[in-house]
């Protein structure tokens, strides 16, 4: 079973607006950690942000924020005041205790900023 | 800076070679990873290594074995490559084990069996 979920193949959105990348997961460890990473043309992946599973607050890393929704099993990214720089492919991933604290990946997101 | 370093951006080998791809980390770390990625799979992981001369499979092992003789390096190993092979390959390093230890990856290599 798919561990990580991203319904959204590609996005398109207009440079300065804010745009959402969804992401579920599927877990029945009581801790686990939620990462975002950005995958640019170059290929390298780039650590954006962590939310782990009992922080009381939503995880924000300047222009990206987390929208942590537990109960939901859900961990949205937000990215706002879109930039040009920002066209990139997205992927949540996710840490567990029972997975040995591997990172599982889901498919990820292509996001395309338009000017 | 962390920095993880693939030895090759892209390759391309012939059905049947015995391929190595070989990953460096300058941060000893013990955790290092391999995954490979195609589109609307996003990463799988092949192997992962805790510790020098340990490895354990991932959730797609077969066809591949690797090598961690040094802390610092971690191959992997297509002992006869095949076009399904074909695909982009991304190593990883992380210190200790943690929920919110994050990983570090290299530029990635294409790979490119005909």
């Known amino acids: 079973a798919q561990k990580i979920t991203q319904t959204q193949p590609g996005m398109f959105v207009q440079e300065k607006e804010a745009v959402t990348l969804d992401c579920t997961y599927d877990?029945?460890?009581?801790?686990?950690?939620l990462f975002w990473y950005k995958q640019p043309s170059s290929g390298e992946m780039i650590f954006l942000i962590y939310?782990?599973?009992?922080?009381?607050q939503n995880a924000t890393e300047g222009r990206y924020s987390l929208n942590f929704q537990k109960a939901r099993k859900s961990a949205n990214l937000v990215i706002s005041a879109s930039q040009l720089g920002d066209s990139a492919m997205y992927f949540c991933?996710?840490?567990?205790?029972?997975?040995?604290?591997?990172?599982?990946f889901g498919a990820g997101t292509t996001v395309t900023v338009r000017a | 800076d962390v920095k993880v370093t693939q030895s090759s951006r892209y390759l391309v080998k012939r059905t049947g070679e015995k391929v190595f791809l070989e990953c460096v980390q300058d941060?000893?770390?013990?955790?290092m990873f391999w995954y490979r990625q195609d589109p609307g799979l996003g990463l799988r992981l092949i192997y992962f290594?805790?510790?020098?001369?340990?490895?354990e499979k991932g959730d797609i092992p077969e066809g591949y074995s690797v090598s961690r003789e040094k802390k610092e390096r971690f191959s992997l190993i297509l002992e006869s490559a095949s076009t399904n092979q074909t695909s982009m390959y991304l190593c990883a390093s992380s210190p200790g084990q943690g929920l919110n230890t994050e990983a570090f990856f290299g530029q990635g290599t294409r790979l490119t069996v005909v």
């Open positions: 991933a996710m840490r567990e205790v029972s997975n040995d604290y591997k990172l599982s």
């Open positions: 941060m000893d770390h013990e955790n």
């Open positions: 877990t029945s460890d009581p801790s686990y950690g």
């Open positions: 290594s805790y510790d020098v001369k340990m490895k």
């Open positions: 939310q782990g599973s009992y922080d009381q």
